[in-house]
């Protein structure tokens, strides 16, 4: 299985600040199809998950420009600019490129 | 616009089989490219992908679980199903499931809480 391991576990941000979440897998997530199927989800305290970042660098439908994705390969990155409070919970990354599918153990964004 | 729904029994005991069904609008599973994943979260835990239907009945699972899960569809009621046989108290999350249209859990349901106890 392709092991997604998340740096940091937790992330302490002040308001209006900017921060980086890092996400590598055990193997590449280049599809056979040229695609990297590697997604980013934010879970606000007490709701679903949502989707913030698709194949790598595209911003979901409603996401703010404050969030961008970038990586390649096995190595990918989520960066946070201006922080809001609506910006805090957990990360995850999630690759969709191998079966079984995984999730990265989640990066929690606190207020410093 | 696209919503989910998750029902299942809420409680049931050690070696039951669980029954979840996702109920959906906004997209169809007998359109080419559109698929339905579940994911479960034990409290307080991360996320863990379970399985994956697809438009034209592709099912990929998630072997940790052992064979124990089944997904299936029904296209002309916008409905998604999972059973999980024998389950134990490790069973005992939120279970969602979400949307494949335009990528990966585009869409998700609000989630529904199974307890496996005796």
């Known amino acids: 299985d392709v092991v997604m391991t998340q740096t940091p576990v937790s992330l302490s941000v002040s308001l209006g600040g900017q921060t980086s979440i890092s996400c590598r897998s055990s193997?590449?997530?280049?599809?056979?199809?040229?695609?990297?199927?590697l997604y980013w989800y934010l879970q606000k305290p007490g709701q679903s998950p949502q989707l913030l970042i698709y194949?790598?660098?595209n911003r979901f439908s409603g996401v703010p420009d404050r969030f961008s994705g970038s990586g390649s390969g096995t190595d990918f990155t989520l960066k946070i600019s201006r922080v809001e409070p609506e910006d805090l919970g957990v990360y995850y990354c999630?690759?969709?490129?191998?079966?079984?599918?995984?999730f990265g153990a989640g990066t929690k964004l606190e207020l410093k | 616009q696209v919503t989910l729904k998750e029902s299942g029994p809420g409680i049931l005991q050690p070696s039951q089989t669980l029954s979840l069904t996702c109920t959906f609008s906004?997209?169809?599973?007998?359109?080419?490219?559109?698929?339905v994943g579940w994911i479960r979260q034990p409290s307080g835990k991360g996320l863990e992908w379970l399985a994956n239907?697809?438009?034209?009945?592709?099912?990929y699972y998630n072997p940790s679980l052992k064979n124990r899960l089944t997904i299936s569809k029904d296209t002309s009621n916008n409905q998604a199903f999972l059973k999980i046989t024998n389950v134990d108290t490790a069973d005992t999350a939120t279970y969602y499931c979400?949307?494949?249209?335009?990528?990966?859990?585009?869409?998700w349901g609000q989630g529904v809480m199974v307890t496996v106890s005796s």
């Open positions: 979400a949307s494949i249209i335009r990528a990966y859990f585009d869409y």
């Open positions: 906004g997209f169809s599973l007998s359109t080419y490219g559109m698929g």
């Open positions: 239907i697809w438009w034209d009945d592709d099912k």
């Open positions: 193997q590449s997530l280049v599809h056979s199809d040229g695609n990297t199927y």
């Open positions: 194949k790598v660098s």
């Open positions: 999630y690759q969709g490129t191998h079966y079984p599918n995984t």
